[in-house]
Every structure is written in C-alpha cells, then in structure tokens.
C-alpha cells in the first residue's frame, strides 16, 4: 500500500473481549506497518449505535493503551459534532493526536457549507493550529458533485 496512512476500523460490538481485540489488532497494525500512520476514528452512536469506538476520548486511551508511535486519531468533525460538540475546543485539546482530520455538515452529513457547524471558524482554526496535511471531504454530495464544490472557495 502507497499510503501514508492506514485507517482501521474497530467494528461492531463490546465489553471487555472487544476492547482486547481491538487493542491487539492496533499492536498488530502498527507493528506490521511501522512506516505508516494507524488512524483510528469513533464514529457517532446515533448512526452507528453498535460501533465499539465513540469518542475521541475512548480513542484516546486506547492510542495510549497500545503505546505505539505510529497510531493516531482521525478527527472526523461531523462525528465529533455529532457525539460531543465543541469542535474547535476539540481540535485544539486532541491536537497532538490527530493524524487526519474529516468534515461534513451536521446534521445530514451534506456539503459543509450546510448544516448546524460554521465550518469557517473551523478551518480557520486548523489554519491556525499549523496544520499542513491533507483534509478529507467526506460527504453526501446534493446531486452532481461538482455541483456542491462552492464551499472551497471559502477555505483560508
């Protein structure tokens, strides 16, 4: 894989034998591909209410709990704002474990320039966290594509 990063998702389930074996998986991952970043993303219980990882706080002790340096969070803002709110506050507190960051708008996960969150005080405030990597848009685009690319023009 020619990727600098490697997302691996914790699937469906929980109790103790989940968090194991998610933990164990992680160790596995981040030993197997020392040269590339591990992401780790919760997803929101309200449209994935059986998914093991839903919070950035459950991400976190897990990052900690498997002790790798390779293994990060990916902050997905729609998920965030969908679970705990207070996106720019989040950004700035998980910072230094943030990998790859995500947006969409909330509630719908449409083109960010709809929605509950003013995605531009949330760029801005990426802008102004020094981040440099790449964003992902992960969205439900409203018809063509192309067609709901505007919101671009409003990055910093």
């Given amino acids: 894989i020619d990727a600098a990063a490697i997302h691996v998702m914790a699937g469906f389930g929980n109790g103790e034998s989940a968090h194991k074996t998610?933990?164990?998986?992680l160790r596995y991952a981040c030993a197997t591909a020392a040269q590339r970043n591990i992401?780790?993303?919760?997803?929101?219980r309200h449209d994935a209410p059986d998914y093991f990882l839903q919070t950035t706080d459950q991400a976190i002790a897990i990052i900690a709990e498997v002790g790798a340096p390779n293994i990060k969070l990916m902050f997905d803002c729609y998920h965030v704002a969908r679970t705990e709110g207070d996106l720019i506050t989040r950004l700035h507190q998980l910072?230094?474990?943030?990998?790859?960051?995500?947006f969409a708008s909330v509630p719908d996960r449409g083109p960010p320039d709809q929605g509950e969150v003013n995605y531009a005080a949330v760029f801005n405030a990426i802008v102004e966290m020094g981040w440099d990597a790449p964003l992902g848009a992960?969205?439900?685009?409203?018809?063509?594509?192309?067609?709901t690319l505007d919101w671009m023009k409003t990055l910093p």
């Fill in 22 to 25: 998610f933990v164990g998986n």
């Fill in 39 to 44: 992401l780790i993303e919760p997803l929101n």
């Fill in 95 to 102: 910072q230094s474990d943030i990998g790859h960051i995500q």
């Fill in 138 to 147: 992960e969205y439900k685009p409203i018809g063509d594509t192309n067609s």
